[in-house]
């Protein structure tokens, strides 16, 4: 009785020692990755947080730095151009979103086919994405050139001479969804790549029995791939939406804003205030504002997701 009583207690021992060990394990290997998020995302925001209630200056002036309470947030309220960010943002995410979620499961559907030469597809379209966003603004500047550009010279050809020239970066009303453009076709690769992982972890015999009780394609799609994406669907959803509101280097090198404030957003207008007009603390208190609205955004997705999921059980 005692030795199994002394053999039950070593197997115990032995456990919690390995189980101990497997979580040191654990922590070293995220340990990298937790310092990273520390650094770079935890710290500065509690910094931008700690900011924005104060008068902080990029450079020191002639007053110190002053604690002003709410100040910041009201003139928030108050400031036109910041509304219209906020407008454009959002117009942008409810372009963008969808329509690079829709063709970027469309892609993937289309290259997920056993043809031959079908790598050479996967890897033009991905090339956008890991091309530097600065070069491909350049590029799409010259495309949208109103004397010399590609993208007039098709339309008129198209259009017989009827339609075009148009000053896409230069007309307020123009300038927006041609930034739309450029940024779907630069991201939607890696939204493609995504949903091509997602289309590969579906069991083949899902479709076989489909296809033997006579399903057809569009059956298929729609009672097996789509439902077997919602996890992948939510996960490309969440990136753009975050990719939407951090829209910065398109408008950067393309349109600074204008005309007219009609291309503004709230990334670069923040970037703007802090760096050109040295006002830190009032661009962090639109950072704050930004981090919770995209908090807010996800948080309503998911919500709509949930409910989604409830009604189908």
Same mark, same amino acid.
């Given at each position: 009785?005692? !030795?199994?009583?002394?053999?039950?207690?070593?197997?115990?021992? !032995?456990?919690?020692?390995?189980?101990?060990?497997?979580?040191?394990?654990?922590?070293?290997?995220? @340990?990298?990755?937790?310092?990273?998020?520390?650094?770079?995302?935890?710290?500065?925001?509690? +910094?931008?947080?700690?900011?924005?209630?104060?008068?902080?200056?990029?450079?020191?002036?002639?007053?110190?730095?002053?604690?002003?309470?709410?100040?910041?947030?009201?003139?928030?309220?108050?400031?036109?151009?910041?509304?219209?960010?906020?407008?454009?943002?959002?117009?942008?995410?409810? =372009?963008?979103?969808?329509?690079?979620?829709?063709?970027?499961?469309?892609?993937?559907?289309?290259?997920?086919?056993?043809?031959?030469?079908?790598?050479?597809? !996967?890897?033009?379209?991905?090339?956008?994405?890991?091309?530097?966003?600065?070069? =491909?603004?350049?590029?799409?500047?010259?495309?949208?050139?109103?004397?010399?550009?590609?993208?007039?010279?098709?339309?008129?050809?198209?259009?017989?001479?009827?339609?075009?020239?148009?000053?896409?970066? #230069?007309?307020? #009303?123009?300038?927006?969804?041609?930034?739309?453009?450029?940024?779907?076709?630069?991201?939607?690769?890696?939204? +493609?790549?995504?949903?091509?992982?997602?289309?590969?972890?579906?069991? *083949?015999?899902?479709? *076989?029995? @489909?296809?033997?009780?006579?399903?057809?394609?569009?059956?298929?799609?729609?009672?097996?791939?789509?439902?077997?994406?919602?996890?992948?669907?939510?996960?490309? =959803?969440?990136?753009?939406?975050?990719?939407?509101?951090?829209?910065?280097?398109?408008? *950067?090198?393309?349109?600074?804003?204008?005309?007219?404030?009609?291309?503004?957003?709230?990334?670069?207008?923040?970037?703007?205030?802090?760096? !050109?007009?040295?006002?830190?603390?009032?661009?962090?208190?639109?950072?704050?504002?930004?981090?919770?609205?995209?908090? +807010?955004?996800?948080?309503?997705?998911?919500?709509?997701?949930?409910?989604?999921?409830?009604? *189908? =059980?």
């Amino acid at each position: 009785m005692n !030795r199994t009583i002394r053999s039950i207690g070593r197997r115990t021992a !032995r456990t919690s020692y390995w189980r101990r060990r497997d979580q040191l394990v654990g922590w070293a290997f995220s @340990a990298p990755a937790l310092f990273l998020l520390l650094t770079f995302l935890i710290v500065p925001f509690v +910094m931008a947080l700690g900011f924005s209630f104060t008068n902080q200056r990029l450079v020191a002036g002639p007053l110190p730095t002053q604690f002003v309470g709410w100040r910041n947030y009201l003139q928030l309220l108050q400031d036109d151009t910041l509304h219209r960010a906020l407008f454009n943002n959002s117009l942008f995410g409810w =372009v963008v979103v969808p329509v690079q979620t829709g063709l970027a499961l469309f892609l993937a559907l289309l290259i997920n086919q056993k043809l031959r030469g079908v790598t050479i597809f !996967r890897l033009i379209y991905f090339s956008p994405v890991v091309t530097p966003l600065v070069v =491909v603004s350049v590029v799409w500047a010259f495309l949208y050139n109103p004397g010399q550009g590609l993208m007039n010279a098709f339309i008129k050809t198209v259009s017989f001479g009827y339609l075009g020239p148009y000053t896409w970066l #230069n007309d307020g #009303n123009l300038a927006l969804p041609a930034i739309m453009l450029l940024t779907i076709w630069q991201g939607v690769g890696f939204q +493609m790549i995504v949903y091509l992982a997602g289309l590969l972890t579906i069991p *083949e015999s899902l479709y *076989e029995t @489909a296809r033997v009780d006579g399903a057809g394609r569009w059956q298929q799609f729609w009672h097996i791939t789509f439902p077997q994406l919602s996890n992948t669907t939510f996960f490309v =959803v969440i990136a753009t939406t975050v990719q939407a509101f951090k829209l910065y280097t398109q408008i *950067e090198v393309l349109t600074q804003g204008g005309p007219a404030n009609a291309t503004v957003t709230v990334v670069w207008y923040m970037v703007h205030q802090s760096i !050109r007009d040295l006002r830190v603390g009032y661009a962090s208190a639109i950072a704050v504002v930004i981090f919770f609205l995209v908090i +807010m955004r996800i948080v309503l997705i998911l919500r709509s997701v949930l409910l989604t999921e409830a009604k *189908e =059980v």
